[in-house]
């Protein structure tokens, strides 16, 4: 059986696990910004900006941001950290720091850095990408553990690798029959689709710090030293990603399988975490929320793949994601234990999302369609001025009915 989750819905309910440890430890009146890491659960347009066809900049998303746009952020509206940003009395929502339309006087209260489809481990970044658009090296800190063994950087995934990958990611229903039969991802140059240039490129984590170091220094010019410095310091960090690093990554590409089981590559992503952590903290950042895996054996992808399990979730994902919300738990004690003055909490969206998806009757309007559209959302290309990625519902038509799902 599927069911039809509403994205508010969905976005509300990661908000609520993100913003209650801040909240019961009353920091409400003690932040002046927030401050984003992460992927598409909370990137606000950054890979509007970069070269990717990994966006949201397009219908049906914003549907119900102001004014009905689609700035890039993958939702029909606004994402947890923009309510987050609410509920701290800041602006209504946090912006892009690649969003040209924004400059440091709108970033002084909140940015985000944050890229759809990166993760932790630096390949999970490069999953995608041919070796021009490699974007440089991490910085030494970081270089060990995200690279390949013993330091080395990770080797490129082959060119059959990419074009089989994406050919498997494209072809998810029967709407991909207007999808080019072959997709060029060629060693030299950008990939193409159709004749048209095409890149799927994210900014990676350690990109993600490299941006931060560089707002810092706009921040202090802004602001002045000793007001930047106060700010960094009571600003609440916001950090949520990792899903990327399992399911573009470990399980669609051979590379990380051949030297890591699975529990060694949670615990080479923690290492990974870790090392990042330390870095923000020697930047200043004292408030951090960690934000948890989902049940990412029910995403809408992973069940439409799941054909022989019926379309249902695929439970060894989400073991997985449990296993490893029990490890960045144990990080954010870990940490809190080995950084003086840093106060850290975990956001565990598991077990509400699963409860939902559990006893949907309990969030939401159930109805009968909800099984068709929900069994089959796949990805759809559609060629007009530009190639785009279109999320289609059922047969290609949007939901328009939403109040048949969403509750008053």
Avoid at 2 to 16: D, E, G, H, I, V
């Amino acid at each position: 059986m599927a069911y039809m989750l509403s994205t508010p819905l969905l976005l509300l309910t990661q908000f609520l696990a993100l913003m209650v440890p801040f909240l019961e430890g009353k920091a409400t009146a003690k932040v002046p910004a927030v401050i984003v890491f992460g992927d598409s659960s909370v990137d606000a347009g950054n890979n509007n900006q970069i070269p990717t066809i990994v966006r949201s900049n397009f219908e049906p998303y914003g549907r119900d941001f102001e004014g009905g746009r689609a700035t890039g952020r993958f939702s029909n509206g606004r994402i947890p950290t923009d309510f987050i940003s609410e509920a701290f009395g800041l602006g209504p929502t946090v912006p892009a720091y690649l969003d040209p339309s924004y400059n440091i006087s709108d970033f002084a209260i909140g940015v985000s850095f944050a890229s759809a489809g990166t993760g932790y481990d630096n390949v999970t970044s490069d999953v995608l990408q041919t070796p021009t658009q490699k974007g440089g090296a991490p910085p030494d800190d970081l270089q060990a553990s995200s690279g390949g063994e013993g330091g080395s950087p990770p080797a490129n995934p082959s060119v059959q690798e990419l074009e089989e990958q994406s050919m498997k990611r494209l072809s998810l229903s029967a709407d991909v029959a207007r999808v080019p039969p072959a997709v060029c991802l060629n060693a030299v140059g950008p990939s193409c689709l159709g004749g048209l240039q095409l890149f799927w490129a994210f900014v990676p984590l350690w990109k993600e710090l490299g941006y931060y170091k560089e707002y810092q220094n706009k921040l202090r010019a802004y602001l002045g030293e000793q007001k930047a410095n106060e700010t960094l310091t009571k600003a609440l960090y916001v950090m949520s990603l990792g899903t990327n690093d399992f399911l573009e990554n470990y399980y669609t590409l051979p590379k990380r399988r051949s030297h890591y089981n699975i529990d060694q590559y949670q615990v080479l992503l923690i290492g990974i975490a870790k090392k990042f952590f330390k870095s923000l903290y020697g930047l200043g950042a004292r408030k951090i929320s960690l934000g948890g895996l989902p049940p990412m054996g029910c995403l809408p992808l992973e069940r439409t793949t799941n054909v022989k399990g019926g379309n249902e979730c695929v439970q060894s994902y989400n073991v997985v994601a449990m296993n490893f919300n029990d490890k960045l738990r144990d990080l954010v004690e870990e940490v809190n234990k080995e950084m003086p003055g840093v106060r850290m909490v975990f956001a565990n969206p598991y077990p509400i999302l699963m409860e939902i998806v559990q006893k949907p009757s309990l969030y939401v309007q159930y109805n009968q369609t909800a099984q068709a559209l929900m069994g089959n959302v796949g990805f759809g290309c559609e060629v007009k001025r530009t190639l785009i990625i279109r999320f289609k519902l059922g047969n290609g038509n949007m939901d328009t009915n939403r109040d048949e799902h969403v509750p008053d």
